[in-house]
């Protein structure tokens, strides 16, 4: 009875250990490195409505950080806009994340985005949070190419041009 008992135990342990491998195996790391899983994140937008990642599941998502100060975050803008306009309607969502406690006043970015307006959806990184999961370490504007399954397919650090974006979007469009 002790060896039937035993050999329970460790086809118990073996079917344990080889479910954690598998999910550990098909499951990417969740990060901010290309092929990695991107962290969720929920953010308040310009009506301090609550956005978050999940929103968009199942579209590719454009994530640019940004802030008022940034000169090519400012040239960037209108190409960031123009392409979520084009599209959106395709499934792709341009997301402009103020990484708030950048900016010398956090109004800077309202009164950017007052005299900027755009469609695309804007959301604020007002106590630091996300900037702890998506560090703008290399510089602003860093923008992120998520897939439909939520993996970072690409990472642009620095101005994108449209140019730029429409090679990186045909594989997903």
Known sequence: MKKWISALVVFIAVIIIGTIVYKN???????VNQGEQAPGFELPDVDGENMSLSDFEGDFVVLNLWASWCE???REFPVLDQVHETYESDGVNVVAVNMTTTERRPEDAIEFLDENPV???IVFDEDGEFADDYPPTDGMPTTYFINED???VDIVVGEVTEEMLEER????V
Do not use: D, K, R
Not at 169 to 172: K, T
């Open 119 to 121: 469609t695309m959806p």
């Open 169 to 172: 979007l045909q594989p997903f």
């Open 25 to 31: 195996v098909t499951s990417p790391p969740v990060g």
């Open 72 to 74: 090519p975050c400012i």
């Open 150 to 152: 939520g993996i970072i």
